[in-house]
């Protein structure tokens, strides 16, 4: 019969097409195909109002198990399809525990940050405070407060950035002098305080140049406060930095806000003092300014200069740190490149 045949022939061919199919989106397309609203089986289906009431029965049978076996091909295809990708996605993705784990790096605190700690823990042994001024401060704590009036020429050498004509980036840790001097409540005891932090210039920046840079300032102020106590102090920094074989000098200098001053030179702690490339063949190396604190500073902070002097100091950690570990040029403390940077990883 017509038509039985058709079907048979329908459901071989699906056969055939549903084992060769290799993927999900073929599958699919088969069904519709097949048995689809306007499939191959739904059409041969339509045929039967042709057929005589006897055969029709006949035929519903034969079509629906027709139907039923490609419904079940489909199925066993899809899953087995489905079962493949599971398990090839399971196989990709597998985790290897036998790869090492990735390691995580820790960083390190920068080279001038260790500096300045050291520094502070020296003086804070000593009973100084730490104190932290601000970077944005006025023209009159930069300059007036510490002896640098208008037009004094010693502010040629510390142009800066300028926000307003009165508020600018600060040249030097120096303001915090008078910004403590005129806190500091004496009958509480003698004012001992380091302030660390950054400072900037109006530089062309070069090896030995940054327009931002570092100072930590340092200021003792009491009765009978003596220069021998600002050489003892300094020697102690020294030793701290460089050395205890080390020994300082001091050369007569000139700063607004010291009288005296001078300049501190360490021994050279590359060749001792003998003579050396680090130390330029004098055996000695300039590290810090200082000097006796002038009286007009205090005066103008409210302090009894006839009472009260001492002494005042400001070095450069850049500085400090390029001389201690031979690095020759300032601007790769700024550079954030870590292969420079973790070279002064701290042990432990
Ligand atoms: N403020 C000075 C500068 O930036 C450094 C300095 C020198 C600070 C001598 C002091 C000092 O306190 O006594 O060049």
Redesign the pocket.
């Known amino acids: 019969m017509e038509m039985e045949e058709k079907l048979s022939a329908l459901l071989e061919a699906a056969k055939a097409e549903v084992s060769e199919a290799e993927t999900l989106k073929e599958v699919e397309s088969l069904r519709v195909k097949y048995l689809g609203k306007k499939g191959e089986v739904t059409s041969v289906l339509k045929g039967m109002k042709d057929l005589s009431p006897e055969q029709r029965p006949v035929l519903g049978k034969k079509a629906n198990e027709v139907r039923d076996e490609i419904t079940a091909l489909l199925s066993e295809k899809r899953e087995t399809l489905e079962k493949e990708a599971l398990e090839k996605q399971l196989a990709e993705e597998a985790i290897d525990v036998t790869l090492p784990g990735k390691q995580v790096t820790t960083g390190q605190t920068h080279v001038l940050t260790q500096i300045m700690e050291e520094i502070e823990d020296l003086f804070l042994g000593m009973g100084y405070q730490v104190i932290e001024g601000t970077e944005v401060e006025t023209d009159y704590y930069n300059f007036e407060r510490v002896n640098l009036p208008q037009n004094h020429p010693a502010r040629d050498m510390q142009d800066t950035f300028y926000i307003t004509s009165d508020i600018l980036l600060r ?2 840790t ?1 303001p915090i ?1 008078a910004r403590t001097l005129e806190q500091h409540d004496f009958s509480n005891g003698p004012l001992k305080m380091i302030s660390p932090g950054k400072v900037y210039r109006r530089d062309t920046d070069d090896a030995t140049h940054s327009h931002q840079f570092h ?1 930590i ?1 340092g200021m003792v102020i009491d009765e009978n406060i003596t220069m021998a106590d600002l050489k003892g102090t300094l020697e102690l920094l020294a030793k701290k930095m460089f050395g205890e074989e080390r020994e300082i000098r001091l050369r007569p200098s000139y ?1 607004p ?2 009288e005296p ?1 001078v300049e501190v030179d360490v021994s050279c702690f590359k060749c001792g003092g003998k003579g050396c490339n680090v130390c330029k063949q004098t055996g000695w190396i300039e590290i810090l ?3 006796m604190t002038h009286p007009h500073v205090l005066e103008m902070s409210g302090v009894d200069s006839k009472k009260y002097g001492g002494f ?3 070095l450069g950690p850049d500085r400090i740190a390029m001389l201690k570990y031979g690095v020759d040029d300032i601007r790769n403390f700024y550079l954030n490149d870590q292969r420079f940077l973790e070279q002064f990883k701290r042990k432990g």
């Open positions: 040249t030097h120096s002098q100072q300032e700063f806000f010291t001053s300014g200082a000097g005042a100091f400001g």
